[in-house]
C-alpha cells in the first residue's frame, strides 16, 4: 500500500531532519490570514509523491511551497486558496516566473511552484499570495541559497 504524503507535511519533516541546506517554513501572518512558505530542492520529495503530483525532480530544480490559513472568529484557521505568482532573481538580476499549481486535499490546500537554479545560487523569490479578490495581494520576499543535488 503506497502511503500519500502531503507536499507541506513532507516539506517541513524535511527541513527539521536534514542539513542547513533546507530552510525551515516561514511564515507571515496578519489579523485575516497565516501564509506558511518554504522552498527546497525537488530531489528531497520521494519519486512517487512527485509523480502523483505532477512535480519534476531535478538536482537543480527547487520547489516553493505555500498554504494559506484563513483565521476564524474563534481562533482557529482554516485552509484558503489563493492567487500566487512568483518570480525569482538570481544574483546578476536574471529572473524567472514561477508558475504555481493548487492542489486540494482533504484537510488541506497547497500552492507548489518550480524553479530552476545553478549551484550555490542566491535568490531572490518575490511572492504574490492574494487569497482574497477583493484586497491586494500580500507581497513576500526572500533570500535563499540553493545548491545542485
Known amino acids: 500500500m503506497l502511503t500519500r504524503y502531503s507536499p507541506l507535511m513532507l516539506a517541513a519533516l524535511l527541513s527539521f531532519t536534514l542539513?542547513?541546506?533546507l530552510q525551515a517554513e516561514?511564515?507571515?501572518s496578519d489579523e485575516h490570514y497565516e501564509i506558511h512558505y518554504n522552498a527546497f530542492n525537488s530531489t528531497l520529495i520521494p519519486a512517487e509523491v512527485a509523480s502523483s503530483y505532477g512535480l519534476t525532480r531535478s538536482g537543480n530544480r527547487g520547489l516553493i511551497n505555500i498554504a494559506v490559513?484563513?483565521?476564524q472568529p474563534d481562533g482557529s484557521t482554516r485552509p484558503a486558496s489563493a492567487q500566487v505568482t512568483?518570480?525569482?532573481?538570481?544574483?546578476?538580476q536574471q529572473t524567472q516566473r514561477i508558475e504555481f499549481q493548487e492542489i486540494i486535499e482533504t484537510e488541506a490546500i497547497y500552492s507548489i511552484?518550480?524553479?530552476q537554479f545553478t549551484n550555490e545560487d542566491l535568490l531572490t523569490i518575490q511572492l504574490q499570495v492574494q487569497p482574497d479578490a477583493s484586497r491586494p495581494a500580500y507581497q513576500i520576499e526572500?533570500?535563499?541559497t540553493f545548491y545542485v543535488d
Do not use: P, Y
Request: aromatic share 14%; no cysteine.
Open 69 to 71: 490559513l484563513e483565521k
Open 113 to 115: 511552484g518550480s524553479f
Open 86 to 92: 512568483g518570480v525569482s532573481r538570481n544574483i546578476v
Open 142 to 144: 526572500f533570500q535563499q
Open 19 to 21: 542539513s542547513s541546506n
Open 26 to 28: 516561514q511564515m507571515f
